[in-house]
């Protein structure tokens, strides 16, 4: 991984701690980070470059590239530590955990609350589009938006069913 050297020491600090969580539950996936001062000009395998934008917290999910850097975006107000491993999981190749195909199970998602421009977030897959890797669905998960997240109304955009 290679972070922008835009971020501050206590941005960089935060963006470093999210691979070593995600390897504690991840043991099979390993992460490096390129010291501070170093460019990985030239460098020719796949890697993640985490670019600091003025706006915004993105990532393709799962690899996008034969070599080279693949773009995960954090905006200074996305470093968190869980927005940071919410996007790194996206790198992995991890949909969002209300677009899985059984989502209808366990929540209503409400589409008119949901901002124009966000609709694609709240997209249902298929069973041929996405795996749930045998993983129950879980409200509670990383992956899993607030229930008012991407709200145009301040109303629900997700309402969680009783079981």
């Not at 490096?32 to 030239?42: D, H, N, T, Y």
């Not at 080279?68 to 530590?81: D, E, I, K, N």
């Not at 955990?97 to 124009?116: A, C, F, G, M």
Request: net charge positive; aromatic share 10%; glycine share 6%.
């Amino acid at each position: 991984m290679f972070l922008d050297p835009e971020y501050n020491d206590d941005e960089r600090k935060v963006i470093e701690m999210a691979p070593n969580d995600l390897q504690k539950v991840l043991p099979c996936v390993k992460f490096w980070i390129w010291p501070k001062g170093q460019s990985p000009a030239g460098y020719k395998e796949r890697y993640i470059h985490i670019k600091k934008v003025p706006s915004g917290c993105s990532s393709d999910v799962g690899k996008t590239k034969t070599e080279g850097a693949q773009t995960l975006s954090l905006a200074q107000r996305c470093v968190t530590l869980g927005t940071v491993i919410h996007e790194m999981i996206h790198a992995l190749g991890f949909h969002h955990e209300h677009s899985q195909p059984d989502r209808d199970k366990y929540v209503t998602v409400n589409l008119q609350n949901v901002q124009d421009n966000r609709y694609n977030a709240f997209r249902k897959y298929t069973d041929k589009e996405v795996s749930t890797f045998g993983v129950p669905y879980n409200t509670k998960s990383l992956m899993h938006y607030s229930s008012k997240d991407f709200s145009k109304d301040g109303k629900p955009t997700i309402v969680t069913k009783v079981c």
